[in-house]
Structures are given as structure tokens and as C-alpha cells.
Nanobody
Framework: QVQLAESGGGSVQAGGSLRLSCEVH????????MAWFRQGPGKEREGVAA????????YYSDSAQGRFTISQDRAKKTLNLEMSSLKPEDSAMYYC?????????????????????WGKGTLVTISS
């Protein structure tokens, strides 16, 4: 079993920055896919960024590209999401999720449906 725990959410003004973290507990294996998703009020869940753990590949949605950076600390088994130039439309509950390696290199991670484990989320609110 794998447990994921997000932290770092909060309220900031537009243009500000936030750093989200996701602690990974349990047996994960050496290569797998980790991703961040978000779901705003009245919106569908959106894949924001993913990283292939065990390699160096990262993947971003169009909305995240250039503003968000996903990274991993393998020693601490922590996934991070650095978010900058935040906009009100970035307001959402942010979730981390784990899937198999295939989800990353196939691109299917962004759909979320094949990710195996999910955290409970951390709330991000961006005010204008």
C-alpha cells in the first residue's frame, strides 16, 4: 500500500508563488510515475504536471508550462510542485497521485484514470 500526503497549500495574491509537497509512504518500487492534479470549483480534474521517478523526464500541461516546476527528492520520497506567477484560475484543490511508469511515458497520466494512489489534496486559493 502507498499513502500520499500533500501539504503547502494556502492563499496568495495573483503573481505570487507557492510550493506544494507530497510525502510518499509505503512500498513504491524504483520506477514509477508521480503527478499533480487539480480540480477547481465546478471544473473537471486537470492533470498539471508529472515526473518519471527513476529517470529525469517531466511533463506539463499547457497551463502549467513555464510557471510550474515538478521535482522529486528521492531520499525523502517527496514530490514537489513549485508554482509561480499564480493566477486566480489556478485556484483549486491540488492532489498528488502515483501510477506506473507507463502512465508517464505514454502520456496517459494526465487523464488520471489510471493513477493508482491519490492523496487527499491541499487547497490553493489565488486572489486577484
Amino acid at each position: 500500500q502507498v499513502q500520499l500526503a500533500e501539504s503547502g497549500g494556502g492563499s496568495v495574491q495573483a503573481g505570487g508563488s507557492l510550493r506544494l509537497s507530497c510525502e510518499v509512504h509505503g512500498e513504491t518500487g524504483t520506477t514509477y510515475c508521480m503527478a499533480w492534479f487539480r480540480q477547481g470549483p465546478g471544473k473537471e480534474r486537470e492533470g498539471v504536471a508529472a515526473i518519471y521517478v527513476g529517470g529525469h523526464s517531466t511533463y506539463y500541461s499547457d497551463s502549467a508550462q513555464g510557471r510550474f516546476t515538478i521535482s522529486q527528492d528521492r531520499a525523502k520520497k517527496t514530490l514537489n510542485l513549485e508554482m509561480s506567477s499564480l493566477k486566480p484560475e489556478d485556484s483549486a484543490m491540488y492532489y498528488c497521485a502515483k501510477g506506473t511508469s507507463y502512465e508517464c511515458y505514454s502520456g496517459s497520466w494526465s487523464r488520471g484514470s489510471r493513477m493508482d494512489y491519490w492523496g487527499k489534496g491541499t487547497l490553493v486559493t489565488i486572489s486577484s
